[in-house]
Nanobody, 121 residues
Framework: QVQLVESGGGLVQAGGSLRLSCAASGRRFSGFDMHWYHQVPGNQRELVAGIRSSGETKYASSVVGRFTISRDNTKNTVYLQMDSLKPEDTAVYYC???????????????WGQGTHVTVSP
């Protein structure tokens, strides 16, 4: 079992920055692929950024050049640096962890409770 606790959300003006953190409990954090999703009420949860256990990263097109995902395996923490924030970035941001558990490729995943980000015009 893995518990994920997000922090760093808040209210910021457009053009500002926030840094989200997601602290994971348990061992084998380095073996997890980690992701940040966001969700606006009434909409589906959408992938914002991901970082694999290898360190490979991916981003939604809407955040390329503005957001940076990183991880510190010594601290069991993944980060999302959000710069040049826009009002449309307003959402609840969720941390997600995923790993393969057997040779057949079965996966398990875990979600954090979410942290609110509000960007004012």
């Amino acid at each position: 079992q893995v518990q994920l606790v997000e922090s760093g959300g808040g209210l910021v003006q457009a053009g500002g920055s926030l840094r989200l953190s997601c602290a994971a409990s348990g061992r084998r954090f380095s073996g997890f692929d980690m992701h940040w999703y966001h969700q606006v009420p009434g909409n589906q949860r959408e992938l914002v950024a991901g970082i694999r256990s290898s360190g490979e990263t991916k981003y939604a097109s809407s955040v390329v050049g503005r957001f940076t995902i990183s991880r510190d395996n010594t601290k069991n923490t993944v980060y999302l640096q959000m710069d040049s924030l826009k009002p449309e970035d307003t959402a609840v941001y969720y941390c997600h962890a995923e790993t393969v558990v057997n040779v057949e490729g079965a996966k398990v995943d875990f979600w954090g409770q979410g942290t609110h980000v509000t960007v004012s015009p």
